[in-house]
Nanobody, 116 residues
Framework: QVQLVESGGGLVQPGGSLRLSCAAS??????????MGWYRQAPGKQRELVAR???????IYADSVKGRFTISRDNAKKAVYLQMNSLKSEDTADYYC????????WGQGTQVTVSS
């Protein structure tokens, strides 16, 4: 059984930065073989893919975050990160990590609020 635990969210002013972390656990989970993604869900909106990273480390970003967010991974730690810079109010959402494509099961997420 795989567990994904997100952390690092919080309240930040527009233009600020946050770094989200996701720790994966489960002895049967071969983390390094999977593409991983960060997803977000804003109030009243559907969950969307923000960024994904392949098992080899190549990344793809949604147009809305391109140039501002950076996804990375540490296979030894079974962790994936999202560095978010130049945050905007429209980045306010609950952020989740999951493999790509996503499993049906999600972690608790971490809340990001961008507001002055």
């Amino acid at each position: 059984q795989v567990q994904l635990v997100e952390s690092g969210g919080g309240l930040v002013q527009p233009g600020g930065s946050l770094r989200l972390s996701c720790a994966a656990s489960g002895s049967a989970f071969s983390f390094s073989f999977y593409a991983m993604g960060w997803y977000r869900q804003a109030p009243g909106k559907q969950r969307e893919l923000v960024a994904r990273i392949s098992s080899s480390g190549s990344s793809i970003y949604a147009d809305s975050v391109k140039g501002r967010f950076t996804i990375s991974r540490d296979n030894a730690k079974k962790a994936v990160y999202l560095q978010m810079n130049s945050l905007k109010s429209e980045d306010t959402a609950d952020y989740y990590c999951n493999k790509f494509p996503a499993w049906d099961s999600w972690g608790q997420g971490t809340q990001v609020t961008v507001s002055s």
